[in-house]
Each structure stands twice: as structure tokens, then as C-alpha cells.
């Protein structure tokens, strides 16, 4: 059974049964809501990022320089963070999927910008994306930074837990994010990418209102963690 915990924002760190450690979206050192520092993470064998946006990607090269971890993003970044002096990554792009030693993972659709922070020569934009990741029995969705999209009515059957972007403005909103969770069915909801500055600012109560009883909704604080 892995543990996921909550970092905030976007980003989640991964324990799975074999001892396998990795971490999603990693922004911790200029994130106002982090619970903790990136070198407070410790060890990490995998860094995934679903986008180049700041707050998605802003600590994941020095993680993997750190940390010596796998940096796992679309075939752009990669090709940057090679550029930059990352030499453990591992290519993929949306709609395919990889089985690692811990389990498969695979990269699903999202509509957003596709700008790669630190890349100066703006040569690596790339395609937002997120990941379906197959863990100790249990399937999660991050969806990273995305408009709703029916292309998530393909998920459905396929996902027990989604972590969903709820802000609005640079995402989708709680309402958007009901209609997702209509077209995925997942068991469990935890929401994401809001509260982290006043743009984004969400009431969780009422989404969890909203979304009744389509799916069990966790709000996780920076620091909790779940049972998957
Ligand atoms: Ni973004
Ligand atoms: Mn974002």
C-alpha cells in the first residue's frame, strides 16, 4: 500500500511498498504553502513533472542533481534538463505509457501552457501532460495543470484516486472539477493547486458539498498523508 503525502499546491511526494521514493511536481523552496524543504525530502529515486511551468518543475533539476533520482517528464523537458546537466531522465510523452521496476506509469492529456521555466532560448516548449501511475494495486491520477477536458471521460473506470486542480484561473475551477469527476469516477478526490496564493483562492468545504456523494473527497493540508 503506498503513501502519498502533500506538500502543497501541486506537489506530492510517493513512498510504494518496495521502498520507492519519488515526488510530483516538486516546489518547495520558493512555494509560500511547502511543508517542508526540498532537502528535507531526503532520498528520491524518481522526479516526475507534469509541465515546465515554475511551480511544477522549479526544484526538480537541483532534486536530481541532489539526489541522483530519475527526472521523468515529456520528451522537451528532458531534453533541457539534459542541457542543464541532468543526466538521469527518462523521456515520455502523452498517451504513452512505461513499465518501471515500481510499476507503470503513463501520461495523459492536459490543456495548458506549455512554457519551460529556466529555458532561456524558449526552444523546449512543450505539451502539459499528467500521469496515471499503476502503485502497489492502487491507481493514481495526477492530473497536473489542466483546462476540464472530455478526453477525461477515457479515464473512467481506470483511476481509485485523482488528485484534481480545483483554483480556477489558471486551471479548473470546483465546478469544472465536479463534471471531471463525473466523466472519471474515481473512489477517492483530493484537490489541488488552490489556496496557494489569493488567485487560487478555494472554499474546500463547498467543493466537497459539490461533489456529494460522487466520490469521497480528502482535503489533504501540506504535511498529510494517505493511505493509497
Ligand atoms: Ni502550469
Ligand atoms: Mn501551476
Not at 495523459?108 to 521555466?117: F, K, R
Request: proline residues 5%; aromatic residues 10%.
Amino acid at each position: 500500500m503506498a503513501t502519498l503525502t502533500f506538500h502543497g499546491h501541486s506537489t506530492f511526494s510517493i513512498e510504494t511498498d518496495d521502498g520507492t521514493r519519488m515526488v510530483v511536481d516538486p516546489w518547495f523552496t520558493e512555494s509560500p504553502v511547502a511543508d517542508i524543504s526540498a532537502e528535507e525530502l531526503g532520498d528520491l529515486d524518481y522526479i516526475f513533472c507534469t509541465h515546465g511551468h515554475q511551480d511544477h518543475i522549479a526544484d526538480a533539476f537541483p532534486l536530481a542533481k541532489r539526489t541522483g533520482a530519475t527526472l521523468v517528464s515529456t520528451f522537451e523537458i528532458v531534453m533541457f534538463a539534459g542541457e542543464e546537466g541532468i543526466e538521469n531522465a527518462h523521456p515520455m510523452h502523452i498517451g504513452g505509457g512505461f513499465d518501471f521496476p515500481f510499476g507503470r506509469v503513463q501520461m495523459t492529456p492536459a490543456l495548458h501552457g506549455g512554457q519551460v521555466h529556466g529555458d532561456e532560448s524558449g526552444r523546449w516548449t512543450t505539451v502539459p501532460g499528467g500521469f496515471l501511475f499503476h502503485l502497489d494495486g492502487t491507481r493514481l491520477y495526477h492530473a497536473g495543470d489542466t483546462a476540464l477536458l472530455y478526453d477525461m471521460k477515457l479515464l473512467e473506470g481506470r483511476v481509485d484516486v485523482a488528485l484534481l486542480p480545483i483554483g480556477d484561473n489558471f486551471t479548473m475551477g470546483p465546478d469544472e472539477a465536479v463534471r471531471a469527476i463525473d466523466f472519471i469516477r474515481p473512489g477517492i478526490v483530493v484537490p489541488m493547486h488552490y489556496d496557494t496564493f489569493d488567485l487560487i483562492r478555494q472554499d474546500t468545504a463547498d467543493f466537497t458539498r459539490k461533489v456529494g456523494d460522487r466520490a469521497k473527497v480528502e482535503v489533504m493540508k501540506p504535511g498529510d498523508t494517505l493511505q493509497l
